[in-house]
């Protein structure tokens, strides 16, 4: 696959996670519980990724590749409940601000892998995304904020960052030659055990509620799981890991373009900004400059 393809399905992936953020608050309108949403995000996401296995090409896989790609699944999954812990105890601006953390986070476990200093491009890109994301996330306009007692709610947001950056890396490197439906089934599969079991969503007692939020099951499992899930699967074996994290900052735009289309939130124009460059962050790594040699005739 080209890299300009490939970079194109991480960016669908990442802005699908943000449109997520959209439809969770919608489910949050209708008196579904955060258990609840993200439970049927999980499980429908699942069965929706079984019925697409049924029908797509598979490979047999060691016993090393399904525990491998469960744990990436369980890292995705660890990333919404680090980072529902951090909104329940921040402000939403500086929870956002400590997730998007994992730019440099991402940048710096693939120096450690490497054993090699990240570009100059690089680094000029994640200083882009983290000027951006300041501003995107509203924190120049958030007022006073005490960061020494709300300890407990920015590690949670730090948290999130480094299971989130840990699985925008891994994501690349575990069983690349697993078929894209297999793999992503494995993923979803252990994000939904780690779901069940640290959340016990109610809907496991009370099947009625499982129907009643059926449509809506529907929606938010393609953007917050299909989608995201299946499009890294296929672009990310194609790029860097670095790469990929920088692409994977398009979430935050995507957060707030859905923000304001989908529910009509108001955006600034200081938060316009802030999205204008996470872009031009995204873009910079992306930017290849060729020399051209021009001779001169007389």
Not at 65 to 84: E, H, N
Not at 262 to 269: D, F, G, Q, Y
Request: charged fraction near 10%.
């Amino acid at each position: 696959m080209k890299p300009i393809n490939a970079s194109l399905c991480v960016l669908t992936g990442a802005s699908s996670y943000g449109i997520h953020a959209s439809m969770v608050k919608l489910g949050f309108a209708e008196g579904y519980t955060v258990t609840e949403v993200t439970g049927i995000q999980y499980l429908f996401g699942l069965l929706m990724l079984l019925a697409a296995f049924l029908f797509t090409k598979k490979v047999k896989v060691s016993l090393m590749q399904v525990f491998s790609l469960l744990g990436i699944g369980l890292l995705l999954a660890m990333t919404g409940v680090f980072y529902g812990m951090s909104l329940s105890m921040v402000p939403a601006t500086i929870a956002v601000v400590m997730l998007f953390q994992f730019t440099w986070i991402g940048l710096l476990i693939e120096a450690i892998y490497l054993k090699k200093w990240p570009s100059n491009k690089k680094l000029v890109s994640v200083v882009f995304l983290w000027m951006g994301t300041l501003l995107a996330g509203g924190v120049v306009s958030a007022g006073s904020f005490s960061w020494f007692e709300n300890i407990a709610g920015i590690l949670y947001g730090l948290a999130a960052a480094f299971t989130f950056a840990l699985f925008l890396f891994l994501s690349g490197k575990v069983a690349r030659e697993v078929p894209t439906i297999q793999k992503s089934l494995l993923i979803t599969a252990g994000g939904l055990l780690v779901v069940f079991l640290a959340f016990q969503p109610s809907f496991i007692r009370e099947p009625g509620r499982l129907i009643e939020m059926g449509e809506f099951g529907l929606v938010v499992a393609i953007v917050g799981t299909i989608f995201p899930v299946v499009f890294l699967a296929i672009g990310s074996p194609h790029l860097d890991s670095s790469i990929t994290t920088i692409l994977g900052a398009a979430e935050l735009p995507a957060a707030i373009v859905s923000a304001m289309m989908i529910l009509h939130e108001h955006v600034t124009a200081v938060q316009m900004a802030g999205m204008i460059l996470i872009l031009i962050g995204i873009a910079i790594p992306q930017m290849h400059v060729k020399k051209h040699v021009y001779q001169n005739t007389i």
